[in-house]
């Protein structure tokens, strides 16, 4: 499974358009083949944040994902309305079942 967290900074006159933007990314990327699960949530100690959790079946979906156009224009217009440059970080990982 692959794991991808990320965030980006909104301010006062951008974080509801990001925030729309970002649901709509999730709700579209859910219905990609390969998405297991993808959210966005606000960060409780920086409402200015909003932090992302997204789980994939393997890289080559994520990968798929990344090429879709509207993933390209989601990621372009974070960069664009955002102070700061979105941060990702993406991890290869296996379920452990507890003992």
């Not at 980006?8 to 990314?25: F, K, Y």
């Not at 993808?38 to 960060?43: F, K, L």
């Not at 224009?73 to 955002?82: D, N, V």
Request: hydrophobic share 40%.
């Amino acid at each position: 499974m692959i794991i991808v967290t990320g965030s980006v900074i909104t301010t006062p006159e951008t974080h509801d358009e990001i925030l729309g933007l970002s649901l709509e990314h999730c709700a579209r990327s859910r219905g990609e083949p390969g998405c297991i699960a993808h959210n966005v949530h606000v960060d409780c100690e920086a409402p200015n944040k909003l932090v992302f959790l997204e789980y994939w079946v393997d890289m080559a979906a994520l990968k798929a994902h990344f090429s879709v156009p509207e993933s390209r224009a989601f990621a372009g217009a974070l960069r664009t309305l955002s102070p700061e440059a979105p941060d990702m970080q993406i991890y290869a990982a296996e379920s452990q079942m507890p003992t």
